[in-house]
Structure formats: C-alpha cells, structure tokens
C-alpha cells in the first residue's frame, strides 16, 4: 500500500508525483512534544478519516473515503478539557471550537486526520486537517494545505486505507 508522503519542505509526494503544500507556521514536530495551539504539523503517519465539503461552493469530491457535507452550523471542538475535543460538534457551541462554515475558501474541503482522535488526549492537539492552500501557501496553525485541483486530484485516487506520513527532512 503506498502512502502520502509529507516532507517539511513543503512537498507531498503520492503515486510518484510532488505537490507543493503549506505545513505548519512552527514546522513539523515529533506526535508526543504536539501541544493544542503550538501552530506545529504532528510527524507521523495518520489514517485520513473523511471528506467534508461545501455543497454550496463545489461539487462532491470523487474518492473511496466517506464523504460528508459541511453544514453552516458544524464545528470541530479544540477545547483541550471538552468531552468532545478534537470532534464534530455543532456551533454554536459552549467550549471552544473552530467553525468548519468559513468566509473564506479555506474549509470548502476538510480531510481530517486520524491524529490523537482515538482516543483524544487533552492539550495534544486537535483540527488536524487536509484543506485548501491560500494563493501564496502561508503557513497553516498545524494542518497541511493544498491547491484546491491538487487536492481533488488527490482524493480521487486515495483509498480508505492510505496513511498520511508526515516527516520532517
């Protein structure tokens, strides 16, 4: 089974073929020194979970992962001492949570990352995503960002089992 590979140079690697990404602003980190708001990418390798998209802004991803639509009140829990930390949970809501609906285009697909979700340990960093990359590929707050067509060029040909490995170079 082939994997994706992530370097901290800010290439993934799939089926033989590089694509710029951004990682995140504090680099990649070893998963056990991950802290929640460290703006680190956690090293690893991590099963990719699903697919959330925006429904209103393009059109459903082709992949072998579980696809979901993102809903104008869905949000992901990154209160460290919440019961639901580091999962699905609906805005509003009473802990902290980053808000999956945003302004910008950033979140129109989201692959979470199967890091520290199972189970969740409190302050080890949560939101872990795959999402679209800004024009000039700034640094994410831990996630790994791609060109929107990278990104669906990608998914396209992933299976349920493919692992993201996350190394540092």
């Not at 140079?9 to 602003?25: F, R, V």
């Not at 979970?49 to 991803?61: N, T």
């Not at 697909?109 to 999402?131: E, M, Q, R």
Request: glycine share 6%; proline share 7%; net charge neutral.
């Amino acid at each position: 089974m082939e994997n994706i590979k992530v370097l901290s140079t800010g290439k993934l690697i799939w089926q033989g073929k590089e694509y710029k990404c951004a990682l995140g602003k504090s680099g990649v980190v070893a998963a056990e020194k991950k802290a929640e708001g460290d703006k680190a990418t956690p090293e690893g390798c991590f099963p990719l979970r699903e697919v959330f998209y925006r429904q209103d802004k393009i059109k459903k991803p082709e992949t072998e992962l579980p696809v979901k639509i993102i809903n104008l009140d869905d949000g992901w829990c990154d209160e460290s001492k919440d019961k639901n930390y580091n999962k699905l949970v609906k805005m509003p809501y009473l802990a902290s949570a980053e808000n999956l609906w945003r302004e910008d285009f950033l979140y129109d697909i989201v692959v979470p990352i199967g890091y520290n979700d199972n189970p969740p340990v409190a302050g080890k960093g949560s939101a872990i995503f795959i999402h679209i990359a800004r024009e000039n590929y700034s640094p994410t707050f831990g996630c790994i960002a791609l060109a929107l067509p990278d990104l669906l060029e990608i998914l396209k040909t992933v299976k349920k089992e493919t692992l993201v490995c996350i190394k540092p170079t």
